[in-house]
């Protein structure tokens, strides 16, 4: 019994699965018969579709314009009276509907552009076209009435052009509403064409700001068109300025430009006046500053070689040296700040007093400082880096740390090398300033001048730097540099941009002390200077771009009407820098002479320098314990 029921089961599910396989055929060929269905509808849909353009196009060549209009109305209402379960058909539809919109457009743009180029008169044929397209044309045409006038406004067209232009389509039955109204207004759009232009050149030079208070004070006068145009680049324009306008007023209160930061927010707050983030930086800047007043008196200018980074190398270690005696000691430096603030100065940057905008004439410009303070300017001497100065316990080359900061680099007396920020005068200048933000004015730090003998920041940068630093490392029983390729002397030009660049970004300019470092440039030859000059331009001035700035070494400067200095003058310097204990500053004919006090350890005790600081507190103790050691 138990087999004769097993088959019997087997026998019913043979029988289950052959009619399963009926039921699954029956609906294939229902599902067949519905897609024959749909794709036979779909096919006629899609040829319907294809067909609708090209039908538009032949009855506007054919000038059939109401046929046209017919066919681009029909299928405008199919879209409005589509439901949302039509939305793939639709965008077919609205796709047909931008197919024809830019047939007429290409047909009217034609026309338009032949008035106005061309001086163009319309047939009957076009206006017969213009007037029966209806809106399709009035709006094309509406857009080019609108453009021309903003053409016309930006002085990019002559009026005689615009009123043309306006004669011929004005008249045309379904033009006049857009074109009566700005005919009306084309005396009104000529007079403001001055005030948009200078907005648009503001903003053409990235002046935002600028821009926004020409369109604003434009639209202050006018109504109608000139207003409309205003308001719609204002709203551009805010959209446009608002990041980098932000970005830039962030890096200003970063790097201690806070009076910058202060203007640059109070201006931000008036176009964004709900923007509470601007409001923040805006009481940040203001904390920061005081009120200023235009500075007559004298003007203190300080001026310190490479420090002494290690003590023991320059006094006490293995490569003692006399030279000592030309260099500070970190130690000193910092003194001499400390008693700098401690007196009311306050850094300034030495082009705020000057206008350089004529190449061929330059403009005296009033200095101005915080009330209370006193003008200071600073200059770092030929940061080149020679051998000579590694017995002095001076760093060998600038570097950048992990947080892009401008660092010493040097050798200790045990061979170590060492990095350290305020192993050099930038960056004791910089932590100070971080630790006393009103010891600069809008950021200014100081003026770096460089050579290019032996190196420049310390890198060979061109092979005729090599040989001079091989003969330097020769001279005094170091190690020569050895295999320098070209590749070597071009990644060494990268370094010394990169570090440039950090500097200028946080308040540093730079100068040229000639290329040789001339120790006399007044009783040095003209062609001397001139070879030596190009030198410096070809290879160290191509890494610093423009520099205004001439320091002369040993402060043995050349009159500025001798023919030598009308040289330089010509090669764009402007300020120039001699030597002098006492404060001296004059302008003479396109340039400023400015008087350098230097600072050593044996000048600290001069009496012209008693103002600045008390000399018993500058001298670094480490020099009268090695008295002995130094003098020997």
Aim: some cysteine; aromatic content about 10%; proline content about 3%.
């Amino acid at each position: 019994m138990t087999v004769f029921s097993s088959e019997y089961h087997v026998a019913e599910d043979e029988i289950k699965d052959t009619r399963g396989y009926g039921l699954a055929a029956v609906l294939c060929a229902v599902m067949l018969i519905a897609l024959t269905v749909t794709t036979f509808v779909l096919g006629r849909k899609n040829a319907y579709e294809l067909e609708t353009v090209p039908s538009f196009e032949l009855a506007i060549n054919e000038g059939r314009y109401a046929d046209a209009l017919d066919i681009y109305r029909g299928i405008q209402d199919e879209v409005l009276k589509s439901s949302p379960d039509e939305q793939a058909s639709n965008v077919m539809r609205v796709q047909m509907l931008d197919d024809m919109q830019n047939i007429v457009r290409e047909h009217v743009d034609e026309l338009c552009n032949r008035i106005i180029s061309n001086r163009y008169v319309l047939t009957p044929s076009d206006i017969n076209f213009l007037d029966s397209m209806k809106e399709l044309t009035s709006s094309v045409v509406s857009e080019r009435l609108y453009s021309i006038c903003e053409e016309f406004l930006l002085g990019k067209v002559e009026k005689p052009v615009v009123t043309y232009f306006f004669d011929q389509l004005q008249p045309i039955g379904n033009f006049s509403a857009t074109a009566n109204p700005l005919l009306r207004e084309l005396d009104f759009i000529e007079t403001a064409t001055g005030d948009v232009q200078t907005a648009e050149d503001s903003l053409e030079k990235g002046d935002y700001i600028a821009a926004v208070k020409k369109y604003t004070q434009v639209n202050g006068n006018y109504e109608g068109f000139v207003g409309d145009y205003c308001d719609k680049r204002i709203s551009a324009i805010k959209e446009m300025m608002y990041e980098p306008m932000m970005a830039e007023g962030e890096h200003l209160l970063a790097t201690y430009k806070f009076y910058s930061a202060e203007s640059l927010f109070s201006d931000l707050a008036v176009i964004f006046p709900e923007d509470e983030m601007i409001k923040s930086n805006l009481l940040t800047a203001t904390s920061h500053t005081s009120e200023v007043k235009e500075y007559r008196g004298k003007i203190e200018c300080i001026c310190v070689r490479s420090l002494i980074a290690d003590s023991d190398v320059a006094f006490s270690g293995r490569y003692h040296s006399t030279n000592t005696n030309l260099h500070l000691t970190i130690k000193e430096f910092e003194k001499i700040l400390e008693n700098l603030y401690e007196r009311g100065y306050v850094l300034v940057d030495v082009e705020d007093l000057i206008d350089q905008s004529d190449p061929t004439f330059l403009l005296e410009r009033n200095l101005k400082v915080p009330k209370g303070k006193k003008p200071l300017i600073v200059v770092i001497e030929d940061l080149q880096y020679g051998v000579a100065d590694y017995r002095c316990g001076t760093c060998r080359r600038l570097v950048l740390n992990d947080e892009n900061q401008v660092c010493g680099e040097y050798q200790n007396n045990a061979g170590e090398t060492v990095v350290s920020r305020t192993a050099e005068a930038i960056g004791l200048l910089d932590v100070f300033v971080e630790k006393h933000p009103d010891f600069t004015y809008d950021g200014a730090k100081g003026i770096i001048s460089v050579s290019g003998h032996e190196a420049c920041f310390g890198y060979v940068v061109a092979a005729g730097e090599l040989e001079d630093r091989n003969a330097a490392l020769s001279a005094a029983n170091l190690p020569q540099l050895t295999n320098i390729t070209n590749e070597d002397i071009d990644f060494a030009r990268e370094k010394v941009m990169e570090i440039k660049n950090v500097l200028a970004d946080n308040g540093w300019k730079f100068a040229s002390c000639t290329y040789s470092y001339i120790a006399d440039c007044r009783n040095t030859e003209k062609q001397v200077l001139i070879d030596d000059f190009v030198k410096w331009q070809d290879q160290i001035g191509s890494l610093f771009g423009e520099v205004h700035i001439l320091v002369y070494p040993n402060g043995n400067y050349i009159y500025g009407t001798d023919d030598r200095a009308v040289y330089f003058k010509n090669r764009g310097f402007r300020i120039f820098f001699g030597g002098g204990a006492t404060p001296y500053h004059i302008y003479g004919d396109n340039y400023l002479f400015v008087d350098r006090a230097m600072m050593s350890y044996t000048t600290l005790n001069r009496k012209a320098y008693k103002d600045l600081f008390d000399y018993n507190e500058i001298i670094d103790p480490v020099r009268t314990q090695n008295t002995d050691k130094k003098n020997t």
